[in-house]
C-alpha cells in the first residue's frame, strides 16, 4: 500500500487547525485560499485624476486636476488596486502593521494585472520601488513596496532596480497634511550609488498613495 507523502496530509490538518480567513474581516474563504473574502471588495478607483489619483467625479479629464495641476509631480500616470478605504486599508494595515508579509504577494499579483492592462505600461523599461527607512526595514524585515514591485515586474518582464536610497529616519507621513506631507519627503531620498535611470521609462511602485508627494519626490531624482 502506498502511502501518500506528508505534503499531501499537512494542508488538511492546517486548514483543520487554523482555517483560511479573510485578511480583512476574519470570516470564512475557500480551502487552502489566500486574501478576501466575497463580502470585502476592493472599492474601484472609478473617476479619478489620472495623474496624481485624485478623486474627481465624472469631469476628470486626462490633463491634472485642480490638485496636481501646476505642480511638478514628474510622473505621468497613476495605477492603483482600488481607494484607501474599507478591505483594502484593512488589507494593507494587517500587512504592514500586523506581521501578514503574505498579503504583499496577493497584492502585487492584483497590481501587476492592473498595471500590465494599462496602456502605458508596455513602453516601461525597469521598475522601481519606493524605499523604506533603515528602521522601518529592520522592525518589519522587509520593504513592503518592493514586495509589491515584484510580482510587478515580474509580470511585465522587466527588471527590478534598488536605484533608490532612504536618508535617515523621516516622520511617517500617517496622519500628516498635504502642506506636511511635501515638507517631510523634502531629501528624505537620494539616488543609489551606479543608479542610471537617464531616459528610461520607469514604474515607480509604493504601497500607499495619499498626495503624491513621496512618489513626486522619488520620480523627481529620477528623471
Known amino acids: 500500500m502506498r502511502l501518500p507523502r506528508p505534503a499531501t496530509l499537512v494542508a488538511p490538518l492546517v486548514d483543520l487547525l487554523y482555517p483560511p480567513a479573510c ?30 489619483g485624485e478623486p474627481q467625479g465624472p469631469h476628470a479629464g486626462p490633463d491634472g486636476c485642480d490638485t496636481c ?23 494593507v494595515r494587517r500587512a504592514k502593521f500586523g506581521g501578514e508579509p503574505a498579503a504583499w504577494g496577493w497584492l502585487g499579483a492584483r497590481l501587476a494585472g492592473e498595471v500590465s492592462a494599462a496602456p502605458w505600461a508596455a513602453g516601461t523599461d525597469a521598475v522601481v520601488a519606493v524605499p523604506s527607512s533603515r528602521r522601518a526595514r529592520w522592525q518589519r524585515g522587509y520593504n513592503p513596496a518592493r514586495l509589491l514591485a515584484r510580482p ?52 515607480l511602485v509604493d504601497d500607499v498613495m495619499t498626495t503624491g508627494a513621496t512618489l513626486a519626490a522619488c520620480a523627481g531624482l529620477l528623471v
Open 69 to 91: 495641476r501646476g505642480r511638478s509631480l514628474f510622473f505621468r500616470h497613476v495605477a492603483a488596486l482600488g481607494r484607501y478605504e474599507g478591505a483594502l486599508q484593512a488589507l
Open 152 to 203: 510587478v515586474a515580474r509580470r511585465l518582464g522587466r527588471p527590478l532596480k534598488a536605484w533608490l536610497l532612504r536618508r535617515g529616519s523621516a516622520v511617517p507621513q500617517v496622519g500628516l497634511k498635504r502642506a506636511e506631507r511635501l515638507a517631510n519627503v523634502e531629501g528624505a531620498f537620494a539616488l543609489a550609488q551606479g543608479a542610471r535611470p537617464e531616459g528610461l521609462r520607469l514604474l
Open 23 to 52: 485578511w480583512a474581516c476574519g470570516g470564512p474563504i475557500p480551502d487552502q485560499a489566500l486574501g478576501l473574502c466575497p463580502a470585502c471588495p476592493l472599492v474601484p478607483l472609478g473617476d479619478c485624476c489620472r495623474r496624481c
